[in-house]
T-cell receptor
Framework: NAGVTQTPKFQVLKTGQSMTLQCAQD?????MSWYRQDPGMGLRLIHY???????DQGEVPNGYNVSRSTTEDFPLRLLSAAPSQTSVYFC????????????FGPGTRLTVT | LAKTTQPISMDSYEGQEVNITCSHN???????ITWYQQFPSQGPRFIIQ???TKVTNEVASLFIPADRKSSTLSLPRVSLSDTAVYYC?????????????????FGKGTKLSVKP
């Protein structure tokens, strides 16, 4: 199993550009989520999904969209990048019954200039 | 979700036992306590989860008193490679379909520095 994979690993965007961060898992997990982590800070939940076709907002959802068309994939879209979105983004997944035992991807480091 | 409070940083030396305490005064009956470890430039890694009393695995032990208002992560004989940030989370471990339990909150964690 590859676990949770994220692409790209690094990305530089100009203000106003849009892009999609990819996340995939091969563990058949129902629950998937996106976090952002700023320097010296903990992780903040952006969006999450409890299954294909079901998504919901987390703590800091503004400026981001998600969709969950399959169990495996959970892409995160930045609609119009802003410097405040410069951060490291982590995707995670878990079995619903296991709740908080989440598996995290390696992260995407995004810089918006 | 119950708010958690943990020390911002801790220092230790190799070979010592490290205990990191997390306070969660508003823990609910259905809440579990979960700890994660994060190394620089990596995603967090699940360490241990418990509901009450004591849980032990190959990495750590988790002590939870009867009132469950706090918990202590215990790392036996730490090494330099245990230098990391440790997060305490409290919430309903059985995420209900579409329920608010999906909103998992990480605080700033405790930065543990292990010195030789």
């Amino acid at each position: 199993n590859a676990g949770v994979t994220q692409t790209p690993k690094f990305q530089v965007l100009k203000t106003g550009q849009s892009m999609t961060l990819q996340c995939a898992q091969d563990m058949n997990h129902e629950y998937m989520s996106w976090y952002r982590q700023d320097p010296g800070m903990g992780l903040r939940l952006i969006h999450y999904s409890v299954g294909a076709g079901i998504t919901d907002q987390g703590e800091v959802p503004n400026g981001y969209n998600v969709s969950r068309s399959t169990t495996e994939d959970f892409p995160l879209r930045l609609l119009s990048a802003a410097p405040s979105q410069t951060s490291v983004y982590f995707c995670a997944s878990s079995y619903l019954p296991s709740g908080y035992e989440q598996y995290f991807g390696p992260g995407t480091r995004l810089t918006v200039t | 979700l119950a708010k958690t409070t943990q020390p911002i940083s801790m220092d230790s030396y190799e070979g010592q036992e490290v205990n990191i305490t997390c306070s969660h005064n508003n823990i609910a009956t259905n809440d579990y306590i979960t700890w994660y470890q994060q190394f620089p430039s990596q995603g967090p890694r699940f360490i241990i989860q418990g509901y009450k009393t004591k849980v032990t695995n190959e990495v750590a032990s988790l002590f939870i008193p009867a009132d469950r208002k706090s918990s202590t992560l215990s790392l036996p004989r730490v090494s330099l490679s245990d230098t990391a940030v440790y997060y305490c989370l409290v919430g309903d471990a059985k995420l209900n379909y579409g329920g608010s339990q999906g909103n998992l909150i990480f605080g700033k964690g405790t930065k543990l520095s292990v010195k030789p």
